[in-house]
């Protein structure tokens, strides 16, 4: 018998091959686990929503018809991080029409410092790894967690202990462990918590 | 520096209060272990308060990316990316085809012991199967299924329930229940398949269309293809679905409603003033979590 497919757990040369073969379940899994790096790339260099929207179709149109040369190639998110931030000089280019040839040269000129996307593809891996982790932590410590640091603002004890039915007392101690759990969930059992 | 580590909880207060605290400092500057743990910790926070910094495109932006395949790799599963194939193995090819056609053809004369429709993989510590008896049977690796077999995991119990040919596998996690309430198959293929989730957390990915329907909590979820993942929260008696691939439909008393990957939702019952009914909400994706859309929130007669 085959392995079991669960798409979000499928290597992205698994989804890739899956997707040329037709599989349309396995480009949208592809496509779920770089959105929002594509996506964040061009609104973290300041351009706008629709202008995002433009650059994350560009940028899926290409990944689209380099599937078959990304068979394998083993960082997937270096590429999509280095094409997005060619797609964004390209937009502006086309817009403006008297930037310089070279993206570099480009991005360099900005009066702000622009972030390098491999900067950006270390936080988002960051990001995915810390959405994983959460993921496997039981239902009421993810609760917790998110409740307590997802939101603005965030709860007050009183409210949290109200709405998660946990004694007032008991969230402050539930919460460190959580945090615990979390981190052995990022980094293995190995990793040091301090006792 | 002092010669006491801190508590791990403390270290969290810590740097929850902006590392103010000087013993505490003191103390990370010269212990190197626990200077980790604060600076993992400031960084985790950090990721978790910056949520926003990674958003998701919308998903009209989205779907039109979906959809770009669907017009390149139509549903034949031939696109553009294939390669035509060279005239001579084009011939070979017609020659295997006819020698597998022929195979078949001897195979399906023999009493063959064919694979199970359904079965079970990857189990982990304490998985039984109940069966239409209440016969309940501990499983191993590649038992296979009944229609109305229910597959319960203990406390330390994982297991994937596999459809046949991997056209659908379910991973249920601990504490879950699942149970396998028909399928239909045509030609070999299943076209539709019905279960029903009725405890704990587990994972449906459907990797070839069918009708594919999960009964869980009072919810009806329906997808063609994808991937979701469904849990339930014993204490408020809410249920979280997670879209990671594909697009899923909701259907309960309030309303029926089709979502796409990359949405989350929190769905759970309300009691409306002077209405002994419960009414279920649903919520939108974690954005708007907390004071989201209320679905077709049906008001009471």
Not at chain 2, 3 to 27: C, D, F, K, M, Y
Request: aromatic share 8%; with cysteine.
């Amino acid at each position: 018998m085959n392995n079991p497919v669960l798409l979000s757990e499928q290597s992205d040369r698994w989804l890739i091959e899956q997707s040329l073969a037709g599989n349309n379940g396995a480009w949208a899994a592809l496509i779920g686990r770089y959105e929002r790096l594509i996506y964040s790339i061009p609104l973290r260099y300041g351009m706008s929503e629709s202008q995002a929207a433009d650059i994350f179709q560009d940028v899926c149109l290409i990944l689209l018809e380099r599937l078959e040369q990304l068979r394998d190639h083993e960082r997937m998110a270096s590429w999509l991080g280095t094409t997005t931030r060619r797609e964004c000089w390209r937009h502006t280019n086309r817009r403006d029409r008297a930037g310089p040839d070279d993206p570099d040269a480009f991005f360099e000129q900005q009066p702000s410092a622009l972030e390098h996307p491999e900067v950006i593809v270390e936080a988002w891996e960051r990001y995915t790894a810390l959405h994983q982790a959460l993921a496997k932590l039981e239902a009421r410590c993810r609760t917790l967690l998110k409740r307590l640091y997802f939101g603005y603002p965030p709860p007050t004890y009183v409210e949290l202990g109200e709405e998660l039915e946990m004694p007032v007392g008991s969230i402050g101690p539930t919460r460190a462990r959580c945090l615990e759990k979390l981190r052995h969930e990022m980094h293995g059992e190995n990793y040091r918590v301090t006792s | 520096m002092t010669n006491q580590h801190p508590s791990w909880e403390s270290l969290v207060t810590w740097v929850e209060a902006g590392a103010e605290g000087r013993e505490i400092a003191a103390h990370l500057a010269g212990c190197e272990p626990c200077a980790a743990d604060a600076a993992w910790l400031a960084q985790t926070l950090d990721a978790m308060q910056g949520d926003a910094a990674f958003k998701a495109p919308p998903d009209g932006v989205r779907q039109r990316a979906i959809a770009a395949h669907r017009q390149r790799y139509p549903s034949t599963g031939h696109g553009k990316a294939q390669r035509t194939l060279p005239r001579r193995s084009l011939l070979y090819a017609l020659l295997a085809a006819a020698a597998l056609l022929l195979f078949m053809v001897v195979v399906q004369r023999q009493p063959s012991k064919a694979a199970p429709l359904v079965a079970v993989t990857g189990v982990e510590g304490e998985v039984t199967v109940t069966n239409r008896d209440e016969q309940t049977r501990r499983v191993m690796n590649g038992a296979p299924l009944e229609i109305g077999d229910r597959l319960t995991t203990g406390e330390d119990g994982l297991a994937i329930v596999e459809f046949r040919g991997n056209q659908a596998a379910v991973k249920v996690w601990s504490n879950s229940e699942l149970s396998v309430d028909d399928l239909v198959v045509d030609e070999g293929q299943i076209t539709a398949l019905d279960i029903t989730c009725r405890d704990g957390r587990m994972k449906a990915t459907v990797a070839q269309p069918m009708a594919f329907t999960m009964q869980a909590y009072g919810n009806e979820l329906t997808t063609r293809q994808g991937e979701f993942e469904v849990e339930y929260y014993r204490d408020d008696h809410s249920t979280e679905v997670k879209i990671e691939a594909g697009e899923l439909t909701i259907a309960n008393e309030a309303g029926r409603r089709t979502f796409s990957e990359g949405t989350e939702l929190l769905i759970w019952y309300q009691t409306l003033p002077g209405d002994p009914l419960e009414y279920p909400l649903i919520y939108g994706d974690e954005t708007s979590w907390r004071d989201g859309e209320a679905l077709g929130l049906r008001a009471s007669q």
